[in-house]
T-cell receptor, first 119, second 115 residues
Framework: GAVVSQHPSWVICKSGTSVKIECRSL??????MFWYRQFPKQSLMLMATSNEGSKATYEQGVEKDKFLINHASLTLSTLTVTSAHPEDSSFYIC???????????????FGQGTRLTVV | AQSVAQPEDQVNVAEGNPLTVKCTYSVSGNPYLFWYVQYPNRGLQFLLK??????LVKGSYGFEAEFNKSQTSFHLKKPSALVSDSALYFCAVRERNSGNTPLVFGKGTRLSVIA
């Protein structure tokens, strides 16, 4: 299946600094990517929908100024956690669908996830 | 609104026994249904999907799931569990003809296969 690569796999940062997470579709073009956040022993919470060449769409309750999303190309979306605080520590996962394969009914593919720890 | 229910937080099964992980869904139209597996500190891996056609869907690693429209269910099954199947399993739904919209996930079920 299609491959979505996420980097870094884990990161530790100091409180108040910013962290950038990259999500790449390696063998297909993704006009849309999705960013999720997962708390321990919980399901995935959709944070935002990243649209190539336009502004991201954020879910209710997600601060767009804190979680900056940039989707500058058809294969790369980035999530920047700005002025990170310990409560931002979480597992962040991106996903995308290869619409060129079978259209809208294809499954979503997920990156490996990024474990963010803010100290 | 779409939703997925996975009524069991945890399922324990002995190795070699059949396993079932339950999932029910709610959509206003016809669904696309998916199962994913997650290992610790990893992203989600696709197992199988129901799009249309045969209600019994076979997927990776010997897993299968049966779409039951009348019961709005899509339970995941495997005839003989392996210890390596121990992981977190997510059921997901997306409404057909909803465009490039994200999947809606259940809360997950942790499967523990005991040797």
């Amino acid at each position: 299946g299609a491959v979505v690569s996420q980097h870094p796999s884990w990161v530790i940062c100091k409180s108040g600094t910013s962290v950038k997470i990259e999500c790449r579709s390696l063998d297909f073009q993704a006009t849309t990517m999705f960013w999720y956040r997962q708390f321990p022993k919980q399901s995935l919470m959709l944070m935002a929908t990243s649209n190539e060449g336009s502004k991201a769409t954020y879910e209710q309750g997600v601060e767009k100024d804190k979680f900056l999303i940039n989707h500058a190309s058809l294969t790369l979306s980035t999530l920047t956690v700005t002025s990170a605080h310990p409560e931002d520590s979480s597992f962040y996962i991106c996903s995308a669908r290869d619409l060129g394969a079978s259209g809208m009914n294809t499954e979503a593919f997920f990156g490996q996830g990024t474990r963010l720890t803010v100290v | 609104a779409q939703s997925v229910a996975q009524p069991e937080d945890q399922v324990n099964v002995a190795e070699g026994n059949p396993l079932t992980v339950k999932c029910t869904y709610s959509v206003s139209g016809n669904p696309y249904l998916f199962w994913y597996v997650q290992y610790p500190n990893r992203g989600l891996q696709f197992l199988l999907k129901y799009i249309t056609g045969d209600n019994l869907v076979k997927g990776s690693y010997g897993f299968e799931a049966e779409f039951n429209k009348s019961q709005t269910s899509f339970h995941l099954k495997k005839p003989s569990a392996l210890v390596s199947d121990s992981a977190l399993y997510f059921c997901a739904v997306r409404e057909r003809n909803s465009g490039n919209t994200p999947l809606v996930f259940g809360k997950g079920t942790r499967l523990s296969v005991i040797a």
